[in-house]
């Protein structure tokens, strides 16, 4: 029975993990996620960047002077039951930007 359990752990902790990122903002906003594409919008959204390759790294930049942008992957990680934030930043500058990374 044990080595059964074993092999189950194991293919449990190799299932993908969905990450999304998170945008927070309370303004006009675009960016750019690699292998996801350009985006842009206003206030909240959520994009899954759970296919392609393990590590994705994204740019986004507020379209006005006011106004807050805050971003980060959140990596939901054994079906659900947690999570991990990555890459998160945020700025209030005027037309600011932020980068980050999901690993």
């Known amino acids: 029975m044990k080595p059964l359990l074993a092999v189950f752990l194991l293919a449990l902790m190799a299932c993908n993990e969905d990450t999304v990122v998170v945008v927070e ?12 594409g350009t985006v842009e919008g206003r206030g909240n959204a959520q994009f899954d ?6 590590t994705k790294c994204w740019t986004f930049q507020k379209l006005s002077s006011g106004g807050t ?3 980060y ?8 039951l947690g999570s991990q934030i990555d ?9 600011g930007t ?3 990374c999901a690993h």
Do not use: C, M
């Open 73 to 80: 992957a959140d990596d939901d990680t054994w079906f659900g």
């Open 69 to 71: 942008l805050r971003v």
């Open 25 to 36: 903002s309370d303004t006009v906003w675009h960016g750019d996620i690699e292998e996801y």
């Open 49 to 54: 960047i759970s296919e392609g390759t393990d």
């Open 87 to 95: 890459g998160e930043q945020t700025t209030t500058a005027p037309n």
């Open 98 to 100: 932020v980068k980050g």
